[in-house]
């Protein structure tokens, strides 16, 4: 049994995501921003090298530019620029809610090499895309902002005129492996997971191109777009490729049984996060496992207990109301 929740922001804190003055609290770091979700809750049985169970699942990742997400603040708050200003949108989000079986195996092959797979078939409650991308310039000599974005989205709770009725769940298989390696002093590991198709039939999707020229804000502050934003609803049995996420280590063994390794996580959009952990496994039965982690992209330390087959894992940026990063892990195992 394991009850998770993983979320981080790079450019706003958690507790402002959904606030109506987000805009004020937001810090972008330079270059690509990432923020996600990986909510989980799973029940299985081990027989063997074999396991079955059942997940629910709550998974998204966005991916935006810094330049993107200074535009939007900028755009929210009215303020005009003092010179003249150009940026590149480029705002990627994938994200999907769903729940069903998972099976898996382990397979021991020998000089210490172990390799796994697991599967998971879900009915999805949600699933949702959104791409945004394109120039945006501001010319002080005119006031005027000049937009040439493109925007595709595809979610289940799109509204629009004329819509169809659409399946109301979808469905999602998913996958993963991985390949580990252990030796007296050494050990390593090579692990994907969470790819697969997803689709669902007639599900509402939207493409649209706003490509202006506008005079800068009306009486009260706001943008005036003069035509337009052109678009094109649609429906259609939709199926996407989930792209891959990954995760490498690499550790040695010290005395008193102490081990130090460099782990890699990889999200879709080529961002990766790595990390630097200290273990200390329990001795043995009934005593007290320990773990420590910084994890470098997030800013975060991680902490983790692990005693009877319980396990507990937390993290946190100790940024208070402030935190971007918050992470929380209970897991529990027998052998019956």
Do not use: C
Request: aromatic fraction near 10%; proline fraction near 4%; hydrophobic fraction near 40%.
């Amino acid at each position: 049994m394991q009850v998770q929740t993983d979320q981080h922001n790079d450019a706003l804190p958690l507790a402002r995501q959904g606030d109506r003055h987000w805009e004020a609290y937001l810090a972008p770091r330079a270059g690509r921003n990432a923020a996600w979700v990986d909510d989980r809750l799973l029940v299985q049985r081990r027989w063997g090298d074999w396991q079955l169970g059942f997940t629910a699942r709550n998974l998204a990742t966005v991916v935006a530019s810094e330049q993107a997400l200074s535009l939007a603040a900028q755009v929210a708050q009215a303020r005009r620029p003092a010179t003249d200003q150009a940026w590149q949108a480029d705002v990627h989000m994938r994200g999907f809610a769903g729940l069903g079986p998972t099976a898996g195996r382990r397979h021991a092959l020998g000089d210490g090499w172990q390799a796994h797979w697991d599967v998971q078939a879900l009915l999805l409650t949600r699933w949702r895309e959104r791409d945004i991308s394109g120039p945006v310039q501001f010319a002080v000599a005119t006031g005027q902002y000049s937009f040439n974005l493109a925007s595709q989205e595809r979610d289940n709770r799109l509204k629009f005129p004329f819509q169809q009725p659409f399946a109301a769940h979808g469905t999602g298989l998913l996958a993963g492996g991985g390949l580990a390696w252990e030796g007296t002093k050494a050990f390593a590991s090579l692990g994907l997971r969470d790819g697969g198709w997803l689709a669902w039939r007639g599900q509402p999707a939207q493409q649209a191109v706003l490509n202006t020229a506008t005079q800068s804000t009306d009486a009260n502050g706001f943008l005036i777009y003069q035509p337009l934003v052109q678009g094109q609803n649609s429906q259609g049995s939709a199926a996407r490729w989930m792209p891959w996420r990954g995760q490498v280590q690499a550790g040695i063994k010290l005395e008193n049984g102490h081990q130090l390794a460099w782990q890699a996580d990889t999200l879709p959009g080529g961002i990766v996060l790595p990390r630097l952990q200290w273990r200390l496994p329990a001795p043995q039965a009934g005593a007290w496992g320990w773990q420590a982690d910084w994890r470098l992209h997030e800013r975060s330390l991680g902490l983790g207990a692990d005693w009877q087959g319980w396990q507990l894992r937390l993290a946190s940026d100790g940024r208070g109301a402030s935190s971007r990063t918050r992470a929380f892990s209970l897991a529990y195992g027998t052998a019956y």
